[in-house]
């Protein structure tokens, strides 16, 4: 049986999905809206030394395969033997169990290093390591404090922080990073973690 929180959670995104529509269909109309139909450019340089490490999730477009994890979603990147990224993701379960899965995550764009194709074991679409374009970094806060992950049909959509929280003016900075690239903050459902926000809400409400 699903739990109540779920249903809430799945509803909001429903609803943040709805928003994004009208916005997208507004923007259009606007001669400084960017075009959706090109997949949003990535940051014009990734440093990967730099991005290694743990990133704590803050934010996110809701997808299937997270809708189990209820708080405390991390990702660590570290460099395996291959010269690839390997990538180790968790959190804590509605249930309060521990819940995690690695995979490789393989730089598709070396004049950026900031496309990437990211492969998980089991999952479907993604079990392969070599394959299209489905993590781009799109922005990168001062000194990699925070990060605006998506794809290229915008679909997906995660702030990264290297810490559990972060302030007012960090997080203007993510709001335009998410206005620069095409969606909607009402699409972006924060995520509860300890020592940071502990309520799930579209971003656009914050």
């Known amino acids: 049986m699903v739990n109540h929180s779920v249903r809430r959670r799945i509803a909001a995104a429903v609803t943040g999905l709805f928003a994004a529509t009208l916005t997208a269909a507004v923007a259009g109309a606007q001669p400084s809206a960017p075009d959706l139909l090109t997949p949003p450019a990535p940051v014009p340089a990734l440093d990967v030394e730099r991005y290694l490490g743990t990133w704590y999730q803050l934010a996110a477009v809701p997808q299937y395969f997270n809708l189990v994890c209820a708080r405390d979603?991390?990702?660590?990147?570290?460099?395996d033997p291959r010269g690839d990224i390997s990538v180790r993701n968790r959190c804590t379960t509605w249930s309060g169990a521990p819940n995690e899965i690695s995979g490789t995550a393989r730089v598709?764009?070396?004049?950026?290093?900031?496309?990437?194709?990211?492969?998980?074991p089991g999952v479907p679409t993604q079990e392969s390591l070599d394959g299209p374009t489905n993590y781009i970094v799109t922005a990168l806060g001062p000194d990699y404090s925070w990060a605006l992950v998506t794809d290229p049909t915008r679909l997906s959509g995660f702030v990264l922080s290297r810490t559990p929280a972060l302030g007012a003016e960090q997080w203007a900075g993510v709001g335009a990073a998410i206005d620069a690239v095409g969606q909607s903050?009402?699409?972006?459902?924060?995520?509860?973690?300890?020592?940071?926000?502990?309520?799930?809400?579209?971003l656009c409400t914050r």
């Open 73 to 79: 979603t991390q990702a660590t990147y570290a460099l």
């Open 185 to 202: 903050r009402c699409v972006y459902l924060t995520s509860p973690t300890t020592g940071g926000l502990s309520d799930i809400a579209p």
């Open 108 to 120: 598709n764009d070396p004049v950026t290093n900031a496309q990437l194709h990211v492969s998980f």
